[in-house]
């Protein structure tokens, strides 16, 4: 598929991130794409999206029996979201992995969380956790012709590909 188009390689997956509201308010989306960016991820398709709660129910439909859904519904619909699709080797994970915990107090210094968020409920950007999910949300969030298609340049050699 489009979404999964480098064969050659089958650890290439896409993820979806997005940046909460809290963080398109705090001037934190260039600091998240920059770090995805610079880890060598690439950036296939990236808009602002007031999301609506149908759309969010749809989202995060299995945590609806949670005690914080409908604040977690309530904090997501308050203002936009910048909605990205990422690709690459092990995206999904490292994806995770640089996001860092739920809770930003027990994130690690140097994840996304860790360094610039304090509370759960307002915890910055989110990251698909399989590349099931990721391939559901990514349907959900955006049209095909929303995704990009174009080559890095590590494809023609600048950087080493192991
Ligand atoms: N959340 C919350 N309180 C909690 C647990 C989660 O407000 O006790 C919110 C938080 O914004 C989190 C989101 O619900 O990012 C989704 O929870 P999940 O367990 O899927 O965490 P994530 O995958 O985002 O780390």
Redesign the pocket.
């Known amino acids: 598929s489009l979404l999964n188009r480098n064969m050659a390689d089958p650890r290439a997956e896409p993820t979806f991130l997005a940046v909460?509201p809290d963080g398109v308010q705090r001037g934190l989306v260039g600091e998240i794409i920059s770090r995805f960016r610079k880890l060598g991820y690439q950036l296939v398709a990236g808009k602002f999206v007031w999301p609506s709660k149908d759309l969010l129910h749809d989202h995060?439909a299995?945590?609806s029996s949670?005690?914080?859904?409908p604040?977690?519904i309530e904090?997501?619909s308050s203002g936009p979201v910048f909605a990205m699709v990422w690709e690459g080797t092990d995206v999904v994970s490292v994806g995770?992995k640089t996001?860092?915990?739920?809770?930003p107090r027990k994130s690690p210094i140097g994840t996304i969380?860790g360094d610039l968020a304090i509370d759960?409920?307002?915890?910055i950007c989110?990251?698909s956790?399989s590349v099931g999910t990721a391939e559901r949300e990514i349907a959900l969030w955006f049209t095909t012709d929303e995704v990009a298609s174009y080559d890095l340049a590590r494809r023609i050699g600048f950087i080493k590909k192991n």
């Open positions: 909460k995060y299995e945590l949670k005690p914080f859904f604040g977690l904090y997501m995770r996001i860092g915990a739920t809770n969380r759960v409920g307002r915890n989110y990251g956790e």
